[in-house]
Each structure stands twice: as C-alpha cells, then as structure tokens.
Nanobody, 115 residues
Framework: QVHVQESGGGLVQPGGSLILSCTAS???????????IGWYRQAPGKERELVAL???????DYADFAQGRFIISRDNAEKRVYLLMNDLLVEDTAVYYC??????WGQGTQVTVSS
C-alpha cells in the first residue's frame, strides 16, 4: 500500500509564497525517486486540475497558470517533492493534492490566498 502525504499548506497574502511538500512510501520505503510525482489542485466548485509534474526521469511539466510562478522539485536525499509557489493569487486558493505514479493520492492540503 502506498502512502502519500502532503504538508505545507496554509493562509498567505496575495503576492506571497508558500512551499508544499510531498512524501510517498510503500512498505515504509520511499518511492519518491522512482515514481512520477504530480501536484494537482481543486478549488470549490471546480474540477481537479494539474499544477505541475516531475517525471521519473526528471522532466518537469507545468500548467499554464503555474508556468513562471511555481517550481516543482524532487529532493532524493530528503525523499520529498516540493512545490514552491510564488506570486500567489486569490484564485490559487484550493486544496492541493500530491499524486504518486498517477494513481496514489494524498489527502490534500489547503492553500488559502487572502488579504
């Protein structure tokens, strides 16, 4: 069974920054370095959408709204995938989910951008 856990959400003012963190493990062993890891988000009343993805081989892909503001990175030593979010907008408010291997989802972490 794969366990995916997000952390780092919270309340931030418009224009601020936030770093989300994701860990993923199976049988107590991290799978972060061996799997594609993605960040998705879902705002109230909207469908879940891709934010950013890092493939097994290290390719990074971003949604248009994330390009230039968000950075996804994998730290194999820390066994974590981070999502650095800069210049946050009110419309970035959502629950952010981490997914490992395309099928193993975390419970999500709330990000609220508000003044």
């Amino acid at each position: 069974q794969v366990h995916v856990q997000e952390s780092g959400g919270g309340l931030v003012q418009p224009g601020g920054s936030l770093i989300l963190s994701c860990t993923a493990s199976a049988a107590s062993e991290s799978i972060v370095s061996d799997a594609a890891i993605g960040w998705y988000r879902q705002a109230p009343g909207k469908e879940r959408e891709l934010v950013a993805l890092v493939s097994r081989l290290g390719r990074h892909d971003y949604a248009d709204f994330a390009q230039g503001r968000f950075i996804i990175s994998r730290d194999n030593a820390e066994k974590r995938v981070y999502l650095l979010m800069n210049d946050l907008l009110v419309e970035d408010t959502a629950v952010y989910y981490c997914v490992a291997g395309g099928i193993h989802w975390g419970q999500g972490t709330q990000v609220t951008v508000s003044s």
